[in-house]
């Protein structure tokens, strides 16, 4: 069979189902919509009905007295009233307006039978409404009767009587076309039932036909269910070539959380027993950790990738760190019949990582005060150099300059201490909101900057973050961009932008000067590492490690005219921008 063929045989199938289905939804709609139309006028004639008797009733009381309705009051009757009488007990008309009617204008009704006014039509022959009011008219009892213009709700009543017939005949013929289809419907039921019994000929038969159906799909269900219960034998021959070679845990579950295998090196992490048959998740951990079975089952409920998570573990009165994985596997129609789970003990890893940090850091604690020592070995020479030239010229004006020098150095040392101090022992930080825009407007107001012009554009820009600690770290970073330019003339400004993305802001600090000298250029954040004659070298140590705690990032970059650009980047909120200028 060709796949044109099967195309054919799909679609007939797909016509013999809709098609019925079609025609009585349209019965049924076509339906509904008749007799909601026929609802509709029969609403409309109602109340056309019940404003011709209010208007009736309102020219009776115009018109009762002793007197003849004047010229005037019959010109305010309602233009749509195309015929207006008074008629007598005896059915005489005391006056007409309008064109004459042979009719019997009191409807078949006498005088005394007429209590409150009534309405009828239209007629498919008349088209108008009738409207009768009782009026008492120099003393004796009258009829008013009115006859309203309708001849459009006479139409849509002779629409809606040609349209009941025209629709019932349609939905009959409709309904005798799905009883020819039906056949079409029972034909599949008939094979299924056919085809079972060939299937189980050893059945016993039933007088109702659908539980013949339903028990022959139970065995069916049954059947396929050993099959997968065989196919596991696949999964324990894979834990089987796998776990004795493996120094990790492997686990094999399938979608009903139930352990089909566990090898010998994933017991001994969990210090539990491997079971031999399938065994439900949660009593072959037993009592341990409930946090590995909160994972798994969780991912498999999912059915989601776990890839090198890591997560405490308490084994007996052991406290472990477990890496795991967990993966899905599928048939080749891509559905899942288990999952692998791969861990192992991170615990010593994680220890040696640990000491590994501690010796870096330790390592990095011993060359900062090497350091220190080094600026205070050659502070303590220059305080001994100074004190040798006061002894020996011990009048007053050289020890004024001595003192001086000795001032100098005293404070360029306070510097160095307080800077490694800082560097070493952050201060613990306190977040807060920050507007950081006007953080970095505050940095450079600070009089260390001298009268350099610096340049901001600054917009609000709330984040988390401990104020004191992030306004050394822009002042460190400003001040070295202002010394940068100092030997320039004439002055070029320090330029600071700020940007946002919704989620970070970006502070780019922009000088003009020499830029970083090459040597030091992928050093320059680290302790004692400076460019500048008299600098001391924590300045831009103490900012990245300020912006690290903070979760940001700080680096530098050139600038093509010439000079370097700080870029440093934050966590924020979002907010609008705004631009200052100093």
Known sequence: MTAAQRLRVGLRREVVILVPVALILLVLLSTFTLFSYRGAIRLLQEESQQQSMRTAARLAELFAGQRMPTTDELRRVPPHIVHLALVATDGSVVFERGPESGADLLAGLSIEDLAEPMAT???????????????????????????????????????????????????????????????????????????????????????DEMTFLVSSFERAVETLRKDADSSGDELLALERT???????????????????????????????????????????????????????????????????????????????????SLNPLRRDDGSTRAFLVLFADLTETNRQAEEERVAASLTQVGELAAGVAHEMRNSLATFRGYLTLAERSPDEESIADYLTELRRETDHLHRVLEDFLSFARPQSTRLEAIDLGVLVTRAASDPAMGEYPIVIDAIPATIKGDEQLLERALRNILHNAVQACADLNPPHPVEVTMRSDGERVEVRVVDRGAGVPAEIRDTVFQPFVTGKSTGVGLGLALAHRIIDLHGGRIGLEEHPPGGTIAVLELPMAPGPGTSTQR
């Open 242 to 324: 796998l776990g004795p070679s493996l120094e990790s845990g492997l686990l094999l579950i399938n979608l009903s959380e139930e352990v089909l295998a566990l090898n010998r090196a994933g017991a001994a992490i969990l210090g539990v027993v491997s079971p031999t048959t399938p065994t439900p998740l949660a009593l072959v951990l037993g009592d341990s950790d409930r946090s590995l079975f909160d994972l798994i089952h969780g991912a498999i409920t999912s059915e989601q990738l776990i890839q090198r998570r890591e997560l405490p573990f308490r084994r007996d009165d052991e406290q472990l760190t477990l890496g795991l």
């Open 121 to 207: 039509g239209p007629t498919l022959r008349d088209g108008w409404i009738t409207a009768l009011a009782p009026i008492v008219h120099r003393g004796a009892r009258h009829s008013l009767r009115i006859d309203v213009e309708a001849e459009f709700l006479s139409r849509q009543m002779e629409s809606v009587r040609v349209l009941t017939w025209l629709v019932l005949g349609i939905n009959g013929g409709l309904a005798t076309l799905v009883l020819l289809f039906l056949r079409h419907f029972l034909t599949p039921y008939d094979t299924l039932i056919a085809r079972a019994r060939e299937l189980l000929p050893e059945a016993r038969p039933v007088e």
